[in-house]
């Protein structure tokens, strides 16, 4: 059955500016943090929260979904590398092998990093700008991620990169850019497509009468989001970590299963605290 085989070769970059190029990746990722913006505002307009601190929020969570996602890939998956090239943990350069360094942008980041790094930077935020619980903001904020993780795994697939493996039948898609002839599963976009609906569902219950059940909707999210990871590491390439170490789960796996158990228990405890 050929056409259920899809050959994938996009071209990575929209543009180029002397010699600076604008990658699709780097879009999704603005278009995520737009969407999310946006969402949110209409979630304070909703509730008449005082739009001030609004943009300041914003920043907080860039910065720190960024640095945690990368803190993640160098600690959770790359450190025998990155160790030996510290100024390429922060910095969006990659030594060549002839000596020097060239600009290659801000490549690897990991989802588990960036949330703990989210909850960091939104902490550290509400305790310098208490105009609501920290609850309340990390439950609305869920939506938001929910649909970024949309486009960064849309983003993941134009890049050709934390592809699936190999399906070993005419089913997939063909990652020509790597130099491949054979099928992969697309796993980038099985988790976006499960990012989406989870998304619709968190939206819907922020219109219901349990948005206010406070914890709920980041506990829902959270286990989400990781049970969705977790299924969809069994078909997709490993990325390293420490999964040698443990090979009965992968490193993906290993790290969803803390997240999966945070959620849970919040969204219990969430309906505890209402009932008594």
Do not use: C
Request: charged content about 15%; aromatic content about 20%.
């Amino acid at each position: 059955m050929t056409y259920l085989k899809f050959n994938w070769a996009p071209n990575e970059k929209l543009f180029e500016i002397g010699g600076f190029g604008i990658h699709i990746y780097s879009l999704m990722f603005i278009i995520a943090f737009l969407l999310g913006l946006r969402l949110y505002k209409k979630m304070f307009i909703k509730e008449n929260v005082d739009q001030k601190y609004l943009e300041p929020m914003f920043i907080y969570m860039v910065i720190s979904t960024l640095l945690g996602a990368r803190l993640g890939e160098v600690f959770f998956y790359n450190w025998d590398y990155f160790q030996n090239h510290l100024l390429e943990i922060l910095l969006p350069i990659k030594e060549k092998a002839d000596g020097g360094y060239s600009f290659i942008g801000f490549r690897g980041l990991a989802s588990h990093g960036a949330a703990i790094g989210v909850l960091t930077g939104i902490f550290i935020f509400q305790k310098l700008n208490p105009f609501k619980p920290l609850i309340w903001i990390l439950d609305r904020l869920t939506i938001p991620a929910a649909i970024g993780g949309v486009f960064i795994r849309t983003g993941n697939f134009f890049n050709s990169e934390i592809v699936g493996k190999y399906t070993g039948s005419n089913f997939g898609v063909v990652f020509e850019n790597r130099g491949e002839i054979l099928p992969r599963y697309p796993a980038q976009m099985y988790e976006a497509f499960g990012y989406f609906i989870l998304f619709l569902v968190l939206k819907k219950i922020y219109n219901s009468r349990y948005r206010d059940q406070g914890g709920f909707l980041m506990g829902l999210y959270f286990a989400g989001t990781f049970t969705i990871r977790f299924f969809v590491e069994y078909v997709k390439e490993s990325q390293g970590g420490f999964e040698e170490i443990f090979p009965a789960l992968s490193t993906g796996q290993w790290l969803s299963i803390p997240f999966i158990t945070f959620g849970l228990v919040t969204s219990a405890l969430s309906f505890f605290k209402k009932s008594s």
